[in-house]
Nanobody
């Protein structure tokens, strides 16, 4: 059974930091997790890409809204991806979802594998 399990969400004041983790398991084909990443969805808004990273690591690809504040990394051997979120803003409040796909994309409609989500709430 394919699973993506997130952890690390919570509540934090603006300017604070949080670190999200996601572990993928149960994949029949390793290409299913070629790319792993994070998306988010705020109430009343569409799900949007935050950051994605390919199996070999590297710098990752970020949404403009989080560049310079968020850092994505992964441990490919363990199918684990992390999102370090610094200088959090009120507008970062959302449900954050882990995602996996054969190719890297920030387009949510192109993703087929999702975690259950972890809530991030930033307050003033």
């Amino acid at each position: 059974q394919v699973q993506l399990v997130e952890s690390g969400g919570g509540s934090v004041q603006a300017g604070g930091s949080l670190r999200l983790s996601c572990v993928g398991s149960g994949y029949r084909y390793s290409t299913s997790t070629n790319c792993m990443g994070w998306f988010r969805q705020a109430p009343g808004k569409e799900r949007e890409g935050v950051a994605v990273i390919f199996r070999g690591g590297g710098a990752g690809t970020y949404a403009d809204s989080v560049k310079g504040r968020f850092t994505i990394s992964r441990d490919s051997a363990e199918n684990t991806v992390f999102l370090q979120m610094n200088s959090l803003k009120l507008e970062d409040t959302a449900m954050y979802y882990c995602a996996a796909a054969p190719i890297c994309t920030l387009v949510a409609t192109q993703i087929r594998q999702w975690g259950q989500g972890t809530q991030v709430t930033v307050s003033s």
